[in-house]
């Protein structure tokens, strides 16, 4: 049995069946400075202990969490995270909460170990319970501890509007597009240079296991806290999604380079090449995705498809990159042009409620292509 505490116990025991005083050093792991950005946006990284635990603790203020490690992002296989969070305004801790260890999402060359990240909302306290797998707990597991700021101030436009469908068939609209400015992305953290493939054949749907329940005037923060773990806490060169579609269906711009162009991103690991990632902000696994969801998600894929001439209920090849996707490196595999993350990788990803309305998307999207 697992003990759930009051906000004002913070020195008793959360992950273990025995209590730790929260003055064993052990038990009380040290916080590294922050790493801000533009806009008062900050990671805060705090030590988990070698038996894999943070105790609960007052911590700076965060919105979205994830726990990262050193080495194979398969160390933890087999093992288990839990997390809780108190809530800064009411001082409540939440249930636990279990978060995703696989390399859901990520580039072909995962630099270390993350788990999926959690939306906790504004929060100021965490405890955290690591299980190890076969192979033990790894080295490094670290909490990392995300508050997105206001967003730096933009730029240049910070929408894109929509824009007929051209004369070549097939074609659709261009949706409205929440530029990264629109959603305050510091454009500092992330690497400067742009990486292209070659055309955009497939697009792979994503949720982003986070909260489902969120407003929507909160998916820019939402957004920003994404891109700050994957940039500054899992080492990727920026946000691993091509685009992102909030529970309203606004759309919005993903990793930098352009939304015409067929850019390099980090979402579907051994097949990031001539496809694009599209996540669904919130978790799909029994909870129904919005209609206004499915039709972003169709219209930003019939777009984008479009493009390069693709017909979004058509079948393309796509050839994989690494033995840890589904396919073994070097496999042509045949993908609807709308596919899930799961179609690709071992995963749950989109979310068993979400992947069972693609064949509906697909037909949308075919429909907007004429």
């Keep these: 049995m697992r003990i759930s505490l009051p906000a004002a116990?913070?020195?008793?025991?959360?992950?273990?069946?025995?209590?730790?005083?929260?003055?064993?050093?052990?038990?009380?792991?040290v916080a590294s400075a922050p790493r801000t950005s533009a806009g008062g946006g900050s990671v805060t990284s705090v030590a988990l202990t070698p038996g894999g635990r943070v105790i609960p603790r007052a911590t700076r203020?965060?919105?979205?969490?994830?726990?990262?490690?050193?080495?194979?992002?398969?160390?933890?296989?087999?093992?288990?995270?839990?997390?809780?969070?108190?809530?800064?305004?009411?001082?409540?801790?939440?249930?636990?909460?279990?978060?995703?260890?696989?390399?859901?999402?990520?580039?072909?060359?995962?630099?270390?170990?993350?788990?999926?990240?959690?939306?906790?909302?504004?929060s100021d306290g965490v405890a955290v319970d690591v299980r190890p797998g076969p192979a033990g707990l790894p080295r490094g597991l670290r909490v990392e501890l995300v508050d997105p700021g206001q967003g730096a101030a933009p730029v240049d436009a910070r929408t894109l509007p929509e824009r007929p469908a051209g004369p070549a068939a097939p074609a659709a609209p261009r949706p409205g597009i929440v530029t990264r400015a629109g959603w305050g992305a510091d454009e500092s953290i992330r690497e400067q240079g742009f990486v292209y493939t070659g055309a955009v054949r497939v697009t792979f749907v994503h949720h982003t296991a986070t909260a489902?329940?969120?407003?929507?005037?909160?998916?820019?923060?939402?957004?920003?806290?994404?891109y700050q773990y994957h940039v500054q806490s899992n080492g990727w060169r920026d946000i691993g999604y091509n685009f992102l579609?909030?529970?309203?269906?606004?759309?919005?711009?993903?990793?930098?380079?352009?939304?015409?162009?067929?850019?390099?991103?980090?979402?579907?690991?051994?097949?990031?090449?001539?496809?694009?990632?599209?996540?669904?902000?919130?978790?799909?696994?029994?909870?129904?995705?919005?209609?206004?969801?499915?039709?972003?998600?169709?219209?930003?894929?019939?777009?984008?498809?479009?493009?390069?001439?693709?017909?979004?209920?058509?079948?393309?090849?796509?050839?994989?990159?690494?033995?840890?996707?589904?396919?073994?490196?070097?496999?042509?595999?045949?993908?609807?042009?709308?596919?899930?993350?799961?179609?690709?990788?071992?995963?749950?990803?989109?979310?068993?409620?979400?992947?069972?309305?693609?064949?509906?998307i697909r037909g949308t999207a075919a429909g907007l292509q004429g």
């Design 245 to 360: 579609v909030d529970r309203c269906g606004t759309i919005y711009e993903g990793r930098a380079g352009g939304v015409d162009q067929p850019v390099f991103g980090a979402h579907t690991l051994g097949f990031n090449t001539n496809s694009s990632g599209i996540a669904a902000i919130g978790t799909y696994s029994s909870d129904d995705p919005p209609q206004e969801l499915q039709d972003g998600l169709a219209k930003i894929s019939a777009w984008k498809l479009g493009l390069t001439g693709r017909t979004a209920d058509g079948t393309y090849q796509l050839t994989s990159g690494s033995d840890a996707s589904r396919y073994p490196k070097g496999t042509v595999v045949d993908f609807d042009a709308i596919s899930g993350h799961r179609d690709g990788f071992a995963t749950e990803c989109p979310g068993d409620a979400l992947y069972s309305r693609l064949p509906a």
């Design 61 to 122: 203020a965060f919105e979205l969490l994830g726990v990262v490690w050193d080495g194979s992002p398969a160390a933890l296989a087999g093992g288990s995270v839990r997390v809780r969070t108190r809530d800064a305004v009411t001082g409540r801790w939440s249930d636990w909460h279990t978060l995703e260890t696989d390399a859901v999402d990520g580039p072909d060359t995962v630099p270390h170990g993350a788990t999926a990240p959690l939306w906790a909302g504004r």
């Design 9 to 29: 116990a913070l020195a008793c025991c959360t992950a273990a069946l025995l209590c730790q005083p929260s003055v064993a050093v052990a038990d009380s792991p």
């Design 212 to 226: 489902t329940d969120y407003a929507c005037s909160d998916a820019p923060r939402l957004i920003r806290s994404i």
